[in-house]
């Protein structure tokens, strides 16, 4: 079990982002939360394995709203204890 932080920039708020990543994230057992940030960014905490997370990253810019465009996701690894339940939201 890995658990990512995702920064992703492009247009990324305003244009459905968050709620078109969620169906996804449930399809390929995706843990975790989603939240756009002051810098017009939004951070994603991700946990699955490896290889769950790699087809994630990969799909997420066939997956999103239409309005949606992904210019650039930063990857990092954190060390987590705590596991998540579901892919939610964060307002």
Do not use: C
């Amino acid at each position: 079990m890995q658990t990512i932080e995702l920064i992703v920039s492009g247009i990324v708020q305003g244009v459905g982002f968050r709620w078109t990543t969620i169906p996804l994230a449930k399809k390929l057992g995706i843990n975790g939360t989603i939240q756009n940030l002051a810098d017009g960014t939004v951070r994603m905490i991700v946990q699955a394995d490896e290889t769950q997370i790699k087809q994630f990253i990969e799909q997420l810019p066939g997956s999103i709203s239409s309005a949606a465009h992904i210019d650039h996701i930063d990857q990092r690894q954190l060390q987590i204890e705590n596991r998540f339940h579901g892919f939610n939201v964060i307002y």
